[in-house]
Each structure stands twice: as C-alpha cells, then as structure tokens.
C-alpha cells in the first residue's frame, strides 16, 4: 500500500502550461505590431519624399469652396509673382485667368469674401505685382483674418504629407485636363463671342438677389473696408505697384438697389481721384447675368476684354 501511495503521488510529466501559451499567442500580436509599424512608417517615408519632390507641381483637387480659396492662394505664395493680380468677392471670381490674353494674370478674388483679403495677402509678400485691380462692388463683407494670417509673409498652407488619395486624382486631375494651349484657347473664346447673347429668363433669381440688396445697411462695413483699401493702396504704391479700382456692371436693376447705390456713394467719396479708377465700358446691351449680379461666361469674356483694352491703352499712354 505504501508503495502504490508513492506510486500515486510520483509527479509525471509536466504538462503545457496556459502562461506560456499565452506568452506566444503575445510575442504574434507584438510581432505584427512590429509589422504594421514598419510599415507605416514607410508609407510616411513615402509621402514625405513624394512631397518633396511632387508636392510643388500637383494641385491638389478643391472639395468645397473653402479648399477652393485655398488652392487659388496656394498657388500664389508659391509660384512666381504674376504681373496682374485681380481682388474681389465671386463678382470678380467670374473673370476667369484663361479669359485674359495677357500673360501671367492671377485672380485672388474669393467667392462670398471681401477684396480686402486678396488684398491684405498681396500686400503681406515680399514680392508684388506690377498691377492689382481692386473690385469696388461688394464691401458689406468683412476680411478673413485666418486667410489673410495663413498666407501673409509667403506663408504656405501646404500639408508636410501628401494625401496619397487626393494626390492620385490630383495626377490624375493634371494628366487629363491639362490646360489647352493659348491659341485654342483663344479661338474659343472668340468663337464664344461671335455668339448671340443668351436668352436664359433669370426674372426668378434676379427677383431674389434684388430684394436681398434693398435690405441692410452695408454703410458701416464698407466705410471700414475703404479705409483699409486706402491704407493698402498707399503701402503697394509707395513699393512700387499700380493700383486701379474697378466696378464690374451688375444688371440695371440691381445698380439701382440700396446696397450698390449706398457703397457707391461711400466709394466715390473716399476716392475722388479719377485717376486711381480704371473705367470699364463694355457694351452693355451684350452682357447676361445669371442672377443680375454674375455674369455668364460669354459676358464675363466681354468685360475681361474691355479691362484689358484700357490696360493697353493706360500702358501706351505712359511710354515715352
């Protein structure tokens, strides 16, 4: 009995514990840890050289009309500093860059902001153009100061690593909607004018934007905005720049409203000197607006070459 007590209690061989299975099940979870690391590590390695290297030449694609502001001021903190910048809210934005014959035209106007904005961030580069247009329709709004921040002092708001997904369509974007050539480009346009002007009924929307211009008061922030149009304006003359003042034609009805018939006054009382405006006198029987207070395309084209008409001869009657 002694000997089968013994028998019983002799230990035998000892089995797989749970802790060391455990342990393994552990090291695999650390080691694909270890993998998924490494891994995105690269890829980061991956984009930032892909940054340096691409992230100058791909515009990235605008997802709302915020990023739509961004990339037109992206563009130009880095590119070269163009001859002809154009400031404005959306009623300047609709005289596209490829519109003008002239060569190195940057248009900084934001839809739904102010000219003091374009303006504040010209004014903030080391760099300036040789001319800035200055859109005097719409001064009821006041400056972004977050973009004006951002993209003063040659600042960029470029993000240190590329969106591989944004940045595919964005090569994709340039590779397939590559900007035609300046002579198609022209030839289009002209065939677009040879046109009759459109016969679209805009009674609707016309309608709505009037009676939106009859309401408030624009008197308070349009005094402010030309106060610091006035200060701007003396900062770029004194480095060098020329600086006209322009009105886009709105349609009769909304030149009538409340809103442009009160910032016209308050414009022309801050800037007597005829001198400093830039008179546009397109044919107006010719000009469509969707709304009264955008132009379509065929009209926008007409008011561009009207600008670039009186640049030409403003240039001409400088030389010698």
Known sequence: MRWRRLLISKPGPTAPSSTSSSDMRQDARFSWLIKCAVVAAA???ACGLATARFGAALQQPAVTTR???????????REPTP?????????????KEEYFSLPRVRNLALAGGSPVTGLEI????????????????????????ALTEKFSGGARADV????????AVAAYETWNHAAPDAARARAEHDRLLSQPPATFDNKVYLDRALEQMNEGDPTAPARANVVRIRQLIGDLQRRGTRVFLIHVPFAPEIEGSRLIRMTKQIVNEAFP????????????????WQDG???????????????ESVLAARDNARRP
Do not use: C, F, M
């Open 293 to 307: 207070v955008h132009l379509d395309e065929r009209s926008a084209l007409i008011v561009v070459r009207a600008i």
């Open 43 to 45: 890829l980061l390695l």
């Open 83 to 95: 001859d002809i910048v154009l400031v404005g809210s959306s009623v300047t934005w609709r005289l």
């Open 122 to 145: 010209v004014a903030g580069q080391a760099s300036l153009p040789k001319v800035v247009l200055i859109e005097t329709n719409i001064l009821s709004r006041e400056a972004d100061s």
């Open 273 to 288: 000197d005829r001198g400093l405006w830039l008179p546009i006198d397109p044919p107006l029987g010719e000009l469509r």
């Open 67 to 77: 990023d739509g502001s961004l990339v037109t001021l992206n563009r130009y903190v």
């Open 160 to 167: 240190l690593l590329l969106r591989p997904v944004r940045t």
